[in-house]
């Protein structure tokens, strides 16, 4: 099913958000070592809004998949195993590039990126959304949607 919202581009709303947070003057720095990719080990899993996990939902069928593997281990079903890299890195969600891994120079203070987060939240109302989701159950629902 085609999600259309009238009067909403949700993927220009949510990219806007990401290309905002970029250039912010927050001193960070992902070293791909994807350590925060890896769930089980951390202990933390990203949560997503709706307008998130539909983008990242849009960068997973554009890499030519339909479904999400099944992840045992415990890693991100977005990372590729193989390479160490994330599939989905431009359009990888708000929690990936806020950095929560302590090599990246550890996470954002919430009131540093707190206006960014509440127009999330305010896309994830509009979108009829249920709030934020663990990255697995969010991704599976968006990827029942399209943008
Ligand atoms: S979406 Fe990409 S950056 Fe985020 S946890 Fe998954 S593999 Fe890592």
């Not at 769930?39 to 997973?60: D, H, N």
């Not at 160490?84 to 929690?95: K, S, T, V």
């Not at 950095?99 to 990126?113: L, N, S, T």
């Amino acid at each position: 099913m085609k999600r259309r919202v009238p009067g909403v581009d949700v993927a220009a709303a949510v990219r806007a958000i990401y290309a905002e947070l970029a250039v912010r003057p927050i001193e960070r720095g992902c070293m791909a070592r994807t350590e925060c990719c890896q769930f089980k080990r951390t202990g933390k899993t990203p949560y997503l809004t709706k307008g998130e996990a539909l983008v990242a939902a849009k960068a997973w069928r554009a890499a030519g998949r339909t479904r999400l593997p099944e992840s045992a281990d415990g890693m991100c079903p977005l990372l590729d195993g193989a390479t160490g890299r994330c599939r989905i890195y431009e359009g990888r969600p708000f929690g990936c590039r806020t950095h929560f891994c302590a090599a990246a120079g550890g996470p954002y203070a919430r009131r540093e990126v707190v206006d960014l987060i509440h127009r999330l939240e305010d896309l994830d109302r509009t979108l009829g959304g249920e709030g934020a989701l663990p990255l697995p159950a969010a991704l599976n629902r968006a990827l029942r949607e399209r943008l």
